[in-house]
């Protein structure tokens, strides 16, 4: 999905650095049930399992792209109804 200046898409294991950058930080990480980030593996473990929770219908998630500064963070969909 694409807008005027973000682009939402699906995280890959590229995108780890920027998630350490990003989640790294106590700021950002503060009101989260985890947090923040203390390495690269914790964001690998994090885009490593989006396949499995996309499948079984638990959860969307998208990183959030600005189109000159790069990843700003991650936004996503759960808690699906079968209506």
Do not use: C, K
Not at 5 to 28: I, K, M, N, S, Y
Not at 55 to 67: P, W
Request: charged share 25%; hydrophobic share 35%; no cysteine.
């Amino acid at each position: 999905m694409h807008g005027p200046t973000l682009t939402l898409r699906l995280p890959v294991r590229e995108d780890a650095a920027a998630l350490l950058e990003l989640a790294g930080d106590p700021d950002v990480t503060r009101w989260f049930s985890w947090g923040p980030y203390t390495g690269i593996e914790q964001p690998l473990y994090y885009i490593d399992g989006l396949d499995a929770w996309r499948d079984s219908g638990e959860q969307l998630d998208f990183l959030i792209v600005h189109r000159e500064h790069g990843p700003a963070g991650i936004t996503g969909l759960n808690d699906f109804s079968p209506r």
